[in-house]
């Protein structure tokens, strides 16, 4: 099925872009197509042609699409991302496709969710919003822009950061007629059934970074300890709700960014600073540390980050209970020192963000769903004939080393660039470096 392609608008980024703005309506649901449709956006670009209008060979370029990292995150735009002109130089144009319910794509938020009805039915209609239907919006939309291309230059190829390398195995499992390529950045997804089994990993790569953090900071941990006692005494407001231990702990998901301890380090100097001089948080570092976290912007990450793993079981908030089990991860000034957590999401976010707190039953509903169907074929993987290059990162603290090797040797004919010099934000911090050595692992031979 394509998409049907409601409007398209094209713009000029002076001297360097030509970018179009693009609606397409598809499927809520891909097994019920008549129940509803749901509205796309993306965002074409290409090289700035020398008239206003492309010659149709131009208009016929090979297709790029980016699958942004999240879950739960829209992209930005274009001109942002350091990676593109790399990719107009090889000879593509690129498509910045919002995930469904993200960015401009029929967004989900507390308040559109609440037009489904209850909690019963929000948790219903947001089963539709995982990589498999993703997948399916992907190759509706190849579909829709291809329909005039020649029919072996139909297919396309992806490059997928982080979740979005996880949408590109699924895509690889569902339609790999559609692909003509795809590169993973930091996005090898294990391979399991629930989350369990990934967050006893990246707990522990979390636990390095913490020790990397103080070993960097040493004074970070008493200053740590003296804004947690402030804010178990206080009740501290923030434009998405209030400011908990749990919500401050929570800095810890920068760490496994380049230039993310400092970061940290950065708001912590700041809420030190004001205990020391003002005895409370000052407005402009409450909000700093408020958006650190950003879920109230992005609640597809909250309410799916645990079900982008589970395959036939329920998360039963993974995170959580795997926290509780781990002491060192105690809000505990009597502790050596108080760790702060990684990507993972709590239940008490619930109840910290306003946001989050309206579709709290919803959430508590898709924790104990079972019947999540298969994201993965990895009969199909293992029988995979479309080129795939994957730069993976032994540090990574959100897609674990071992379960990113184990899932590569699942897929036959894989490239890799392995490296310890970069972290997961590295499409993005290191652009040049990534996308060199993706296009080595495409153009260079091996005798």
């Known amino acids: 099925m394509a998409a049907k392609l409601i409007e398209k608008k094209l713009y000029n980024v002076p001297g360097k872009l030509r970018i179009g703005e693009l609606f397409f309506d598809v499927p809520v649901n891909y097994n019920k197509p008549n129940d509803g449709n749901l509205r796309l956006f993306a965002r074409s670009v290409r090289r700035l042609a020398g008239s206003f209008e492309a010659s149709k060979e131009d208009k016929q370029l090979p297709w790029l ?234 609640v597809i990450y909250a309410i799916l980050h645990e079900a982008i793993y589970c395959q036939g079981q329920a998360s039963n908030w993974s995170a959580d209970r795997l926290r509780s089990a781990n002491s060192r991860f105690n809000i505990d000034t009597d502790l050596p020192e108080i760790w702060f957590t990684g990507e993972m999401i709590y239940k008490d976010m619930f109840d910290s963000y306003a946001e989050l707190n309206e579709i709290k039953e919803a959430a508590d509903i898709l924790a104990t769903t079972k019947d999540w169907p298969a994201l993965y074929d990895e009969a199909q993987l293992a029988q995979n004939e479309v080129p795939v290059y994957a730069a993976t990162y032994i540090d990574d603290m959100y897609v674990h080393f071992e379960h990113a090797s184990n899932t590569a040797a699942k897929i036959k004919g894989i490239k890799q660039f392995i490296t310890n010099t970069m972290y997961h934000n590295a499409l993005r911090a290191k652009s040049d470096e990534v996308m060199q050595q993706l296009f080595t692992l495409r153009d260079d031979t091996l005798d």
């Open 65 to 298: 699409v980016y699958l942004q990292g999240g879950p739960g995150f829209g992209c930005r735009p274009p001109q942002e991302n350091g990676w593109i002109g790399t990719a107009l130089d090889k000879g593509y144009q690129v498509l910045f496709l919002d995930q469904r319910g993200t960015g401009l794509s029929s967004t989900i938020t507390a308040s559109t969710l609440a037009l489904q009805g209850n909690a019963v039915k929000q948790a219903e209609y947001l089963k539709n919003f995982r990589a498999d239907n993703i997948v399916r919006d992907c190759e509706a939309v190849r579909r829709c822009l291809t329909v005039d291309y020649p029919e072996d230059k139909r297919k396309w190829s992806i490059i997928g950061q982080s979740f979005g390398g996880f949408c590109a195995v699924s895509y690889l499992s569902m339609f790999p007629e559609g692909l003509a390529e795809a590169f993973l950045c930091g996005g090898l997804p294990p391979l399991v059934n629930e989350p369990d089994s990934v967050y006893a990993r990246t707990y522990q790569k979390v636990e390095e970074r913490n020790k990397a953090y103080y070993s960097k900071f040493p004074e970070d941990v008493d200053r740590v300890k003296r804004i947690v006692k402030y804010l178990k005494k206080n009740d501290v407001p923030c434009p998405s709700g209030k400011l908990t231990p749990e919500r401050f702990q929570q800095l810890g998901i920068s760490f496994g960014m380049h230039g993310g301890i400092d970061s940290v380090h950065e708001i912590v100097l700041r809420a030190w600073n004001d205990l020391e001089v003002f005895s409370f948080l000052t407005y402009p570092t409450r909000t700093a540390i408020d958006g650190a976290g950003g879920y109230d912007n992005n």
